[in-house]
């Protein structure tokens, strides 16, 4: 007796994928669009409900794709240890991870190890997430990693990082995506075989942090999430590891100045890990 192939396994190229903050804005978009394509994707949230409300949603999409959800604070590195490891022992392989997860306001100031929130949550937690999941990567043909930084970059501020130092959220906000553009640089030099681009996904896009932060959007969410699936997927990106690209310009552009700092983008990666090995 044969068994009938399913359409899925006849179709090729279905990619793993891994989405933080899949559970709005361009991060649930993004999600979206990758099980309407029947790929497996595996999604993030640090609300239970949410997630789970989600995850029936991406199912009902698409019955085909193998949908998985990872629940983690990221204001809580522990949390994101142990959610670093349950993938690291549960899924095989990840073709793409997308760093997506993000946060602007937020009524408390610093996380529970005493780091700037914004800092913890947009760049610590993608940080030590990848690291601990990048050998997932090597049995893909075609490994991305695609980090969600901003038009918004300031310089490293320690004393801002480290909550001595008052500074806006504005500011705080673009410290911790400069720090993520400038380890997306340090990784595309350090890991050759996997493409990591750095992208803003375009300026005051229709999603919760926009409307909540500026009180305004300029652009619909599908900008975001259109850019990031073509990041993803699209060969022409794969001569721009280590590069960012601008959606607001919707081509490759310079960040700020330090991500091309070798010094910078070294004492960044020391004051890193001295913050995680606490
Ligand atoms: N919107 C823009 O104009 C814009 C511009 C430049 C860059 N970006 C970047 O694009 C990414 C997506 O932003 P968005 O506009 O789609 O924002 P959003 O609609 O607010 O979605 C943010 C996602 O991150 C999750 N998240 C927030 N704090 C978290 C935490 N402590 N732990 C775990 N997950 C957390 C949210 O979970 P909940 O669903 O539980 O809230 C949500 O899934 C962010 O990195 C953002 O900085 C956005």
Request: proline share 3%; no cysteine.
């Amino acid at each position: 007796l044969i068994r009938p192939l399913s359409f899925s396994s006849l179709k090729k190229n279905i990619m793993n994928i891994l989405i933080t903050g899949s559970t709005d804005g361009v991060g649930k978009l993004t999600a979206i669009q990758f099980v309407k394509e029947g790929h497996n994707v595996f999604v993030h949230g640090r609300n239970k409900a949410k997630t789970e409300t989600l995850v029936e949603e991406l199912r009902n999409i698409n019955p085909e794709s193998i949908v998985k959800a990872y629940i983690a604070d990221f204001s809580d590195l522990e949390s994101v240890k142990k959610m670093s490891k349950a993938i690291s022992k549960e899924v095989e392989k990840l073709d793409v991870i997308i760093n997506n997860a993000g946060i602007f306001n937020s009524p408390e100031w610093l996380s529970s190890n005493g780091i700037e929130l914004r800092f913890v949550v947009n760049y610590l937690a993608p940080y030590i997430l990848t690291n601990t999941i990048l050998t997932l990567l090597s049995s893909s043909d075609d490994p991305r990693i695609i980090n969600l930084s901003s038009a918004a970059q300031a310089p490293i501020s320690t004393g801002a990082i480290l909550g001595q130092k008052a500074v806006s959220e504005n500011e705080a906000y673009a410290i911790s995506k400069l720090a993520l553009t400038m380890w997306s640089f340090y990784l595309a030099e350090q890991h050759k075989n996997i493409t990591t681009i750095a992208v803003n996904p375009g300026s005051l896009l229709n999603t919760k942090m926009a409307n909540e932060a500026y009180g305004q959007h300029w652009s619909p969410a599908e900008k975001g999430s259109d850019v990031l699936y073509d990041l993803s997927v699209n060969k022409e990106h794969l001569s721009h590891s280590g590069d960012y690209f601008d959606n607001d310009r919707e081509a490759y552009a310079r960040a700020h100045p330090s991500a091309y700092n070798t010094t910078i983008i070294n004492e960044l990666i020391t004051l890193t890990e001295n913050i995680i090995s606490k």
